[in-house]
């Protein structure tokens, strides 16, 4: 047991205040974990898109103040209240019993991945072998509260700042429900593997575990940033004869020959819909297609692009608000198949423990996505990079 347990925690957390403005270092209390959840140290995280775009508050809704981040590496400091509540407290027997079963398998300084998304090994998602949609712990970005009270963990002066996909990972400490962490292999270096807590994993789950080629198919991948390159590695290893990575930002395409992209298409640079130029370039369409970008053109693509009477489209990036997927039945008569996942279908706690062991037995390279680091202090330098194409992972490095 850490000496901080049952303590409130003051430490330092990248705060948004509002949506789009630069986020501001601040002292903030963690409160302990309650019932089913952990507290986390985190040790490093990177940014994903998804957090610029609810930092932007092009999402669903925009709820600020707001701890964001959701791609980390970390280890627990403190376990639930299991750990703290001595076991011959009356009231605390029952907190303990409810408790305890949830998180046998966890003790302080075990190395985790918190992610997005959860799975409570109850539901009937969870008992599904098809799905990682769980009931209670799917990804939720309107929820700015823990489950358990409806309560916010972070506080600054008493004021309460909300959580992120229940991870807030911009923050030194932070509480997760127990189901939206990982425990994996401790050699692992968390500086490189905590970029499979969401977009990598993301991107080659649904290639490999969605979209399925088969050895010889043709892949597109729209959108070449992590997650898109992701889908791409995943193309690649599947033995994809041609992977065509389409962007619209050309600076992407000399990367994207490290991860396998045999072709390239900018749809700038065509005065016809991009399908229509796929289509031309392989005889009628491509095997498999997988959207990384969050447009709802290039979604629309992805599926037109994909051949009649096989093709499978899946969709990945995170749509706005309000937008609204368009395309003629006749499409989907003609045998495509379109569909959409979060997390690349990995069941978060049972499977991505052997996703960081493809990394650790050297079948999965991690490193060529991470093209750039800051220090904690520097986080709005991980924005810029994003938001001008130039970083690929960019890890923030907590003790900076
Ligand atoms: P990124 O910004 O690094 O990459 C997106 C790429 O798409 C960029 O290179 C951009 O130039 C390109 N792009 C944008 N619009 C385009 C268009 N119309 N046609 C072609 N290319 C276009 O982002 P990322 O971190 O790789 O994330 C990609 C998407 O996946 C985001 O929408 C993110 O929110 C989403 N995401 C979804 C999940 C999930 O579980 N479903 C998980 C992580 C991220
Ligand atoms: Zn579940």
């Given amino acids: 047991m850490s000496g901080t347990a049952g303590q409130v925690i003051r430490c330092k957390a990248a705060v948004a205040w509002e949506a789009g403005k630069p986020l501001v270092i601040e002292e903030v209390e963690v409160a302990p974990p309650q019932k089913n959840e952990v507290r986390l140290k985190i040790l490093f995280t990177s940014l994903c898109h998804t957090d610029v775009y609810f930092w932007e508050a092009k999402g669903q809704t925009p709820l600020f103040p707001r701890i964001f981040g959701h791609e980390a590496g970390g280890h627990f400091c403190a376990l639930t209240l299991a750990s703290f509540f001595p076991p011959f407290c009356a009231a605390d027997v029952r907190i303990v019993e409810s408790v305890g079963e949830g998180v046998t398998d966890l003790q302080p300084g075990d190395h985790v991945l918190p992610v997005f998304t959860g799975e409570c090994k109850e539901c009937p998602h969870c008992h599904s072998e098809e799905s990682n949609m769980c009931d209670l712990l799917r990804i939720n970005t309107d929820r700015g509260v823990m489950i ?3 309560q916010s963990r972070f506080s600054i002066k008493g004021k309460p700042i909300y959580h992120f996909v229940g991870t807030s990972t911009f923050s030194e400490y932070t509480v997760t429900h127990v189901g939206c962490v990982a425990k994996i292999n401790p050699a692992a270096p968390l500086d490189k593997v905590c970029v499979l807590s969401c977009g990598i994993s993301t991107g080659f789950g649904a ?26 590695e995943g193309a690649r290893v599947s033995g994809a004869s041609r992977i065509i990575g389409v962007d619209l930002n050309p600076s992407r395409f000399n990367e994207a020959k490290k991860f396998g992209v045999t072709e390239f298409v900018n749809p700038k640079d065509y005065d016809k819909p991009v399908q229509q130029v796929i ?8 095997d498999r297609s997988v959207e990384c970008t969050g447009s709802v053109q290039a979604m629309i693509s992805a599926f037109e692009c994909v051949h009649d009477g096989w093709g499978v489209a899946v969709l990945v990036g995170v749509p706005n608000k309000d937008d609204a997927f368009k395309t003629h039945p006749m499409n989907l008569l003609n045998e495509r198949t379109l569909k959409g996942t979060f997390f690349g279908n990995y069941k978060p706690r049972s499977d991505l423990p052997s996703v960081v062991e493809k990394y650790m037995n050297k079948e999965m390279e991690l490193e060529k996505f991470i093209t750039h680091a800051v220090p904690f202090s520097e986080i709005n330098k991980a924005f810029d990079l994003m938001l001008s194409g130039e970083s690929i992972r960019c890890i923030i490095r907590m003790d900076g």
């Fill in 148 to 150: 358990n009270d409806g």
């Fill in 207 to 232: 290639t490999v575990n969605v979209a399925k080629p088969k050895k010889g198919q043709t892949v597109a991948i729209f959108g070449l940033g992590a997650v898109g390159l992701a889908a791409a």
């Fill in 279 to 286: 289509a031309e370039m392989t005889n009628g369409g491509v």
